[in-house]
Structure formats: C-alpha cells, structure tokens
C-alpha cells in the first residue's frame, strides 16, 4: 500500500520507518524542511534504539519525506501523527493538528475514491468529532469519499521500534466495515509475522483506550511509590516487597519498580489530559489527581534523603541522569528538571551528566556544568543523586572515591551498596 504519514516526530517519523519496514510505500510529511532533509538523507531526527538503521535501509527507496501535501491523495490511508501538547489547564492543544486535519481535507477534496484518514495522534474522546473530523470534512469540503478513524499507538520511547513490530494489541477505532478492513490491510504484513490482539471499536473509544491505558501504567507506578515510600519509613526494601506481590497474576511484576517517578511526553501529559476532560464533564477524578501529586513529591524526598547527609548551601552536587529515562535523549517532563531546580534553589552547585541528552538540556539550563562522563561528574562533588537508570551507572564503583564527599541518593535503584560510600535508596 501507499501510506501518507502527517508529522515526523518521535510517533510519525516511528510509524513511517516501521511501515516502510514491512512493505508499504511511506511518504513522511513534515513543515520543518530539517527534519524532511534528514530524512531523505536516511538520518533520524531523534535518538531511537533501531530507527536510525531503519531510515539507512528505506529512505529513497520505500520512504520518502516532503513538506508538500501533494503526495495525499496519491495515497491509500493516510495517518496524522501531530503532536497535541498541554494547555496550561491540562487539556490537550488541538491547534496544529486541527490545521494539518484541514490541511489533509484539502488535499483529498477532489478524490472521487474512498480515503480514510487515521488519528494516531493521542486525543481525548470528544475531539475528532467536535474537532479533528469537522477540520477534515472543511477542508475537503464535505467530499463523502473522506472517512476519519482513529489508531492509537503504544509506544514507548526507548524500545518504540521493537513495540511496533511487537505489539499487544493494535486498536481499530472507525465508524464503517470498509475503514476497518483498510487498516486491517495496513497491519495485515505485521500481523501476519506477530500475534497480537486486535480491538474493533469506534473512534472515541480508542482514544479513551489510549488514556486509560497510560492512567492506569501511571496511577500503578505512583501507588507502588506511595508504598515505597511508606517501606523507607518503616526501614524497609521497598523491592523485596513488591518483588513478592509481583507474584499475584491479578497484578503483575511489570511497572512495579519504585523511584523517583515517571515523566516523558505520554503520562504527564495524557493524565493531565484525562483529568481536565473529566472536570469538564463535571467528574472529580480524586484518584488520577493523587497519582500526579504523588509524583511531583518524589524529587523533594530524593533531595530530603540527600539533606540528611549533606548541606546543599554551597555543596557540588552531581545530578546523573537527565533523559526522563534511558535509552532515548527525551528530557520532556523529565525527574532531574525539577531535581536540579530545587537543588538550585537550596544553593547546590550543580554539574550533570547523561550520555545522549545533556544537549537537550543545556536548552533548559544553559547555566550548568555539564560533564563528559559520569566519572568527571562525581569527582569532587559533595554528593550525587541518580534521576535516569542508565545502565553505564551500575558500573562507576572506583569513580566514587573520587567525590569530596560520597554521598549518592539513588532515585532508580542502580547503584550497589558498597564500603566507603554513604548510600540512600530512595524506597528501599
């Protein structure tokens, strides 16, 4: 099939390679004339574990990206992948992908065949009909041949790749026979390779099954660090003890995993989301609203842990870890921005380090020391808080003794106990 894909972030420029992968001709189209360069050049304008070599293989040959509506209607199905970012509020601004859902009708407007234009872009259940399809139907002036579904994507930055050629489930979110088995057609090279589930539903529903999926992994997260936090208090593993409740099927060991709590582009994001479309509908999620404030404590007990030992006024204190986790440059609501925030505001010097996104945050706090590696980080800091699990930092034993003072508070259990260090974990 020819697939159109509407944005080249991290979802678009994903799903583009990932189809192009499996068959599909793939046409990437983005405003940013960069990032279309890129592209064209096979290289990824992100750090995604298997997207770069993806590019490499497929761009000039099955995928191709252009700032040009144009290749549209040449297309079978189309997928807007348009970021929705947050309102001040909390809900979700619909702004640029309203525009590129017009910008899309406009393409199709004369095409006398059946097209079907997916949102795989994360809304909440009422904006592709008050919204996204009244943008899609103006623009293509009411052409009846322009149908609108909806394909929420589970992707998780660090492994995106690997979760779109393996997924749980794909979710069908259309209002016609003929859109559902268009997208069956669209997987049907995926599916054929991977067993997954798949759900048929409409188009609100999928998109409330995006939201309720991300609520329910974050409300998990932040109970098991409300727990956790409630074992440090009692002088308890935190680990040992979900270790054992891991073990009941009702539950599960996965997301169980407590520190310093979750950030990126999806749960903040679409909680948030999901809580302000409830308070419009005049519902008080307290639960969802807990789940938030649970996580915007984490940091401060982090720096609580590492007061115990260490006076901030003046201290050098070595933050590692500022990608919200690893395996992707992602700094988006990332745990070490508000850490390095209240270190700042407590006095601290503070140097940091990440292997892939000190970049990205050198736009947030161009005033830091950033180090080139984890070893000049610590060596003669006061004390160290660990906000991102990199792997690399399992394995900086000697580079402690480097510290004037080695104190390490660990947010995400990667460091090992050993003699001559002063170590905190966070839960445990």
Request: with cysteine; proline share 4%.
């Amino acid at each position: 099939m020819h697939i159109s894909v509407i944005g080249s972030g991290y979802v678009g420029t994903t799903v583009a390679a990932c189809f192009a992968d499996l068959g599909h001709e793939v046409t990437a189209i983005d405003i940013d004339e960069a990032v279309v360069d890129a592209l064209n050049e096979g290289t990824a304008p992100i750090d995604e574990p298997g997207l770069e070599e993806l590019l490499e293989k497929h761009a000039g040959d099955r995928l191709e990206a252009t700032t040009s509506y144009d290749a549209v209607p040449e297309s079978d199905v189309t997928f807007l992948a348009i970021g929705t970012p947050s309102n001040e509020d909390g809900s979700i601004d619909l702004t640029a992908l309203e525009a590129a859902a017009e910008a899309t009708g406009e393409a199709l407007a004369d095409k006398s065949e059946r097209h079907l234009v997916v949102i795989k872009s994360t809304v909440t259940p009422t904006s592709i009909e008050r919204t996204l399809e009244p943008a899609i139907k103006r623009g293509a002036s009411d052409n009846p041949n322009v149908e609108v579904g909806m394909n929420p994507e589970f992707l998780r930055e660090g492994t995106a790749v690997e979760d779109f050629m393996h997924p749980d489930k794909v979710v069908y979110g259309t209002n016609s026979e003929w859109a559902t088995e268009r997208l069956h057609e669209v997987f049907a090279p995926l599916l054929e390779e991977h067993e997954a589930d798949i759900v048929e539903t409409d188009p609100a529903t999928a998109s409330m099954i995006k939201y309720a999926n991300n609520a329910f992994l974050a409300s998990k997260i932040s109970l098991v660090n409300d727990l956790g936090n409630i074992c440090k208090e009692f002088g308890l593993d935190a680990y040992e003890v979900m270790d054992a409740v891991g073990l009941d099927d009702r539950i599960s060991e996965q997301f169980l995993r407590s520190g310093v709590g979750w950030g990126g582009s999806c749960f903040p994001k679409d909680v948030n989301a999901i809580i302000a479309a409830a308070r419009d509908a005049d519902y008080d999620p307290a639960l969802l609203e807990a789940t938030v404030e649970v996580n915007d404590q984490q940091p401060d007990r982090l720096l609580a842990l590492l007061e115990d030992h260490v006076d901030l006024a003046d201290a050098r204190i070595a933050v590692l870890g500022l990608a919200f986790k690893p395996q992707t440059d992602d700094i988006r609501n990332s745990r070490a921005i508000p850490t390095i925030e209240k270190l700042q505001q407590r006095g601290a010097e503070v140097v940091a380090y990440d292997p892939v996104a000190a970049d990205n945050m050198r736009e947030r706090f161009p005033e830091l020391e950033y180090a080139a590696s984890a070893a000049d980080a610590l060596e003669g800091a006061d004390g160290a808080v660990v906000v991102t699990d990199w792997d690399e930092f399992a394995a900086l034993d000697e580079a402690f003794d480097a510290m004037a003072d080695p104190v390490v508070v660990d947010g995400r259990r990667i460091i090992q106990r050993r003699d001559g260090l002063t170590y905190e974990g966070l839960t445990w």
